[in-house]
C-alpha cells in the first residue's frame, strides 16, 4: 500500500546488450529506501512524492546515478534503466552477482587508478586479491598465491596467454607491468579450483578483458615516476573501434632511496593496440599488438647496509666499478575473429605470435669492509666502527642472450542452452628458445683466493660459480578442453560445472588429463528474492543471510617451460614431468548490508596436494630450479576478506589469509645414498597476510579524497644453497609497508566552476602520494660475506625507502 506521500516507480535494469541485470541494488540517495531487482531484471521501489530525488544503480562493475521526479502523490510510475556493463562479466564483488557461483574475484580496475602504486597493477591485485601474499617486494610484479610461486599463475590478455620475463633477477630490472589499467574493462581473478577452460598452471588465473569502446575517451597521467596516454573511439556507424595506450616510466626516483648508491638509468616504455571490426552482426574481427621495451642500465658506485640488533650490529662497506644491463623486448600480436551462427553458438578463434629478446650483461666488482658497530649508548663511539671483522673482493660477470618465440593457435566455443552451457576449446603452440649463457662469479675473502696447477704447469684461478651453456630447443604442445555448466535447481541457485582438460607436450612426450569440477548453492535464494523484488526498508526487517556456498575441486598440472627445465649447472633435464597440485576449495560469499550501504564478505578454505614437485630457490624474483620432480608437499589455509562502503559511496577493502605450506624432498647423501628430507618450509611459505585498501573523503568537501593501503606479511623461509635444499634455510623478517595518497579533484562534470573552454574535460585529479611511509627497511633477499674467521653473515637486501610522488589524471 502507497502512503499519500509516496509513489511507486518500477521497470527493469538492463545491461549493454539489453539483457536483465539480477541482484543489482537500488536505493534512494539520501535515504533507506533501497531493493533489488529480481532474477528477471525486475524492481519496484517507493519514493518520496512532489520532490526530485537521486537514484542509485549499483552491481559490482558500475554504479548509475540519475535525478527523477518530481512525481505525484500515490501513483505509479514506470521507468527502465540501462548500465554499461554486461551480466555475461564474470562478476563476484559486492553486488549484481549473476555469476557468484564461480570461484573467481572480478576486479574493477577504474575503482583502483587513484590508489598509490610503485610497480603496476598486479601490485594492487596483492591488496585486495584473496590468497596473495607479499613476496616479490613492491618494486615487482610478481605475485605469489596460496604457496605457489611466481611461474605457477596464468595471465591472459583478450584470451591470449603472456609471459613474464627469463632473466629478471630483480624488480628494479622488471619494468612496466603487462597489464594497462587505462585499457582494462574487467579483470577476473581466481586463487585456484578454477574451471577447465583455464589452462595448466598450479596456482592461479588472471583473466584480463580490455574495453570495446563505445564513444571517444582520453586519459593522461603524469608522475615523477612516468607518464602516460590512452585514446579510444568507435566510428559512427559502430563497425569500428579502437583502444590505444602508451605508457613511459622511469623507477630512478624510486631507486634513489636503496643503500646502493649510483647511476641508474632504468627506460620502460610500451605501445598496446586493440582494433575491433564488425564485419556483419554475428561477425568480428580483431586484432591486439604489444610492443615493450625495457631497459635497466646502472652503475654502482657504493653500498652502506647495516643490520643486527642493539646488541649485536654490524655494518658493510662495498665500494663498486662497472657496470650492469638488463634489456628486454617483447612484441605479441593476437588476431581473432568471433561468430555467432545462432543466438545460442558463439565461435571464437584465435592467432597469436609472442617474441622476447632479452640481454643481461654485466660486470661489476667490489671490494668490502665488514665492521661491528659500537652499540654502547655511553661510549663517544656510538654506532661506529667497533673491530674491523671482514675484507674481501669480488667480481660478478655475465654475458647472457635468450631468444623466445610463442607462436599459437585455438578455437573456442560455447553453447548456450536455458539450464545448461557447454564450453570447448582446442589449441596448438609451438615454442623456439635459443639460450646463450656465460656467467661467473670470483670471490677473494680475507686477501685469500685458491689457486690450482693446470696441465701446462701453470697457476689458474678456481671461481666460485662458474656457468655456460649453448641451448636451443624447440617443441610444440597440444591442448584441449570441455566443461559443461548445469543448474540442478533454480529455486536454491544450485548449479554444478564440470570439465576434463588435456594437454600434450612434444619435448618430454608426456600427456596429462585435467578433471575439474565446481559446484554452487544459495540456500536462502527464495526468501531472499521475495524481499528483494519489494520496495521497504531494510534496514528494519530480519533477513534470513544471502549466502552462497562454494565447492570446488580438481587435477592441476603444469607441464615444465624453460626455466623449469634447466638445471643449475645449464643442462636441460628432457625426463622431467609436469608438477601436479590437487585442489579441495570449499567457501562462500555472503552480501549484506550495514549503516544502510552494501558490503561483502567472502572466504574459502583450501588443501592442495602437491606431488611430482620441481624443487627451487627464490632469489630476490629470480627462481633457481633444480629441475628433478623430487619433492611432494601441501598448501592449505583460510582466505577472508570484507569489501562495500565503509564511507558512503566509497568502496574499500580488507583481507586476511592464513598459509601453511611445505615439502619433502628426496636428495642423494655423501655416501650416494637416496634420502628423504624432514618436512621443510617451502620458500612462499608466509603464514600471515593482512592487507587493507581504504578509501575516505571530506563530507564538507569530498572533492578532497584519501587513500590508504597498508600490508603486513609475516617472516619467510630464505634459502642460500640451490645445491643442499634439503637443510633448512634462513628467515627473512615480515614485510611491512603503508601507503598513503590525498587526491583533489580539480574538475568534474559537476564542477560549479567549469569555464567553457574545460567543458570537454571529464575529470582531473591531482594527487600527492606517500611511499612507505613508516619508512621501513623491507628485506627481500640476502648476500653472503665471510669474516677473517670464515664465519658467513646474511646482508639483507632491502627495498625502496620513504619517497614522495605527484600526480596528475586527465580525462576527457
Known amino acids: 500500500m502507497i502512503s499519500l506521500s509516496q509513489s511507486s516507480i518500477n521497470g527493469k535494469i538492463l545491461d549493454v546488450e539489453k539483457a536483465p541485470i539480477s541482484n543489482a541494488f537500488i536505493k534512494i540517495k539520501g535515504s533507506s529506501l533501497s531493493t533489488y531487482s529480481s532474477v528477471d531484471g525486475d524492481y519496484t521501489i517507493t519514493i518520496p512524492s512532489n520532490q526530485i530525488v537521486i537514484i542509485q544503480i549499483s552491481i559490482s562493475t558500475e554504479t ?32 549484481g552477482d549473476k555469476n557468484r557461483d564461480r570461484p573467481l574475484i572480478s576486479i574493477e580496475p577504474k575503482k583502483l587508478e587513484h590508489f598509490s602504486n610503485t610497480a603496476g597493477f598486479e601490485q594492487k591485485l596483492k591488496l585486495i586479491g584473496m590468497g596473495i601474499s607479499s613476496s616479490g617486494g613492491e618494486l615487482s610484479s610478481g605475485y605469489s598465491v596460496r604457496g605457489g610461486n611466481f611461474d605457477e599463475n596464468l595471465v591472459y590478455v583478450n584470451d591470449i596467454e603472456v609471459y613474464r620475463p627469463f632473466l629478471v633477477r630483480s624488480g628494479q630490472q622488471e619494468g612496466l607491468s603487462v597489464i594497462n589499467p587505462d585499457m582494462v574493462d574487467r579483470v577476473d581473478f581466481s586463487a585456484g579450483g578454477f574451471q577447465a577452460k583455464y589452462g595448466d598452471k598450479l596456482s592461479s ?58 647511476d641508474y638509468k632504468p627506460l620502460f616504455f610500451d605501445l598496446q593496440t586493440l582494433l575491433k571490426y564488425r564485419l556483419k552482426s554475428n561477425l568480428s574481427i580483431s586484432y591486439l599488438s604489444t610492443l615493450s621495451q625495457n631497459r635497466y642500465l646502472v652503475s654502482p658506485q657504493s653500498q652502506q647496509t647495516s ?52 640481454r643481461e650483461h654485466f660486470t661489476v666488482e667490489g671490494a668490502y669492509r665488514l665492521s661491528e658497530l659500537e652499540t654502547n649508548f655511553g661510549s663517544d663511539n656510538f654506532a661506529n666502527e667497533k673491530a674491523l671483522l671482514g675484507i674481501g673482493y669480488f667480481i660478478d660477470h655475465a654475458r647472457n642472450d635468450l631468444q623466445a618465440q610463442v607462436y599459437s593457435a585455438s578455437h573456442k566455443g560455447k553453447y548456450a542452452r536455458k539450464n545448461s552451457t557447454l564450453q570447448w576449446g582446442v589449441g596448438f603452440k609451438n615454442e623456439q628458445i635459443s639460450d646463450r649463457l656465460k656467467e661467473w662469479r670470483y670471490n677473494d675473502s680475507s686477501e685469500y683466493n685458491i689457486t690450482t696447477i693446470n696441465q701446462q704447469n701453470k697457476p689458474e684461478i678456481i671461481l666460485d660459480e662458474f656457468l655456460k651453456a649453448n641451448i636451443d630447443i624447440q617443441s610444440f604442445r597440444i591442448n584441449g578442453y570441455i566443461q559443461n555448466s548445469q543448474y540442478l535447481r533454480k529455486a536454491t541457485n544450485t548449479k554444478i560445472t564440470y570439465g576434463l582438460r588435456t594437454n600434450y607436450w612434444s619435448y618430454n612426450q608426456e600427456n596429462v588429463i585435467s578433471p575439474r569440477m565446481q559446484f554452487s548453492w544459495e540456500p536462502n535464494k527464495k526468501s531472499n528474492d521475495s524481499l528483494k523484488i519489494t520496495s521497504i526498508n531494510l534496514d528494519s526487517v530480519s533477513t534470513k543471510r544471502d549466502w552462497l556456498l562454494r565447492f570446488a575441486s580438481g587435477y592441476y598440472y603444469q607441464p615444465p617451460f624453460y626455466r623449469e627445465l634447466r638445471r643449475l649447472d645449464g643442462t636441460l633435464n628432457p625426463s622431467i614431468k609436469a608438477q601436479r597440485s590437487i585442489h579441495f576449495v570449499f567457501g562462500g560469499d555472503m552480501n549484506f548490508e550495514a549503516w544502510g550501504r552494501p558490503f561483502k564478505f567472502m572466504s574459502e578454505v583450501y588443501y592442495k596436494h602437491q606431488d611430482q614437485m620441481i624443487p627451487y630457490v627464490v632469489d630476490n624474483v629470480r627462481i633457481r630450479y633444480l629441475a628433478e620432480n623430487s619433492s611432494q608437499g601441501y598448501a592449505t589455509g583460510i582466505d577472508a576478506r570484507v569489501n562495500g562502503e565503509f564511507v558512503q559511496g566509497i568502496e574499500s577493502w580488507f583481507n586476511l589469509s592464513i598459509l601453511q605450506t611445505k615439502e619433502r624432498l628426496y636428495y642423494t647423501d655423501n655416501d650416494g645414498q637416496e634420502q628423504l628430507s624432514d618436512w621443510l618450509r617451502r620458500p612462499t611459505d608466509q603464514r600471515v597476510n593482512f592487507s587493507i585498501l581504504f578509501q575516505d573523503e571530506l563530507p564538507s568537501d569530498p572533492s578532497y579524497k584519501l587513500n590508504l593501503s597498508l600490508i603486513y606479511g609475516s617472516k619467510m623461509p630464505f634459502f642460500f644453497d640451490a645445491n643442499n635444499r634439503q637443510n633448512p634455510g634462513f628467515k627473512i623478517p615480515a614485510y611491512r609497508r603503508v601507503d598513503i595518497g590525498f587526491s583533489k579533484i580539480l574538475i568534474d562534470k559537476d564542477s560549479k566552476m567549469r569555464s567553457s573552454r574545460f567543458k570537454n574535460i571529464e575529470s582531473l585529479w591531482a594527487s600527492l602520494e606517500v611511499f612507505n611511509l613508516l619508512q621501513v627497511n623491507n628485506t627481500i633477499s640476502y648476500v653472503l660475506i665471510k669474516d677473517f674467521s670464515n664465519n658467513v653473515y646474511g646482508v639483507p637486501n632491502f627495498l625502496t625507502g620513504r619517497r614522495l610522488n605527484f600526480r596528475f589524471i586527465l580525462k576527457i
Open 205 to 262: 588465473v588472471l583473466d584480463i578483458k580490455y574495453r570495446e569502446p563505445d564513444s571517444f575517451r582520453l586519459t593522461t597521467q603524469a608522475s615523477l615516476l612516468g607518464s602516460s596516454l590512452h585514446i579510444e573511439n568507435r566510428s559512427k556507424n559502430k563497425r569500428f573501434s579502437y583502444l590505444v595506450g602508451a605508457r613511459f616510466r622511469s623507477n630512478q626516483y624510486l631507486l634513489g632511496s636503496l643503500d646502493v648508491q649510483g
Open 64 to 95: 548509475l546515478e540519475k535525478e527523477i521526479g518530481p512525481f505525484l502523490p500515490g501513483k505509479k510510475y514506470r521507468q527502465n534503466f540501462n548500465l554499461k556493463s554486461s551480466v555475461s562479466l564474470e562478476t563476484a564483488i559486492v553486488i
Open 307 to 358: 643490520f643486527g640488533n642493539v646488541n649485536s650490529a654490524i655494518s658493510l662497506f662495498i665500494a663498486f666499478a662497472g657496470n650492469e644491463l638488463m634489456q628486454y623486448t617483447t612484441w605479441m600480436n593476437a588476431l581473432s575473429m568471433e561468430y555467432k551462427p545462432r543466438k545460442d553458438v558463439t565461435l571464437k578463434f584465435n592467432t597469436s605470435s609472442y617474441t622476447t629478446s632479452e
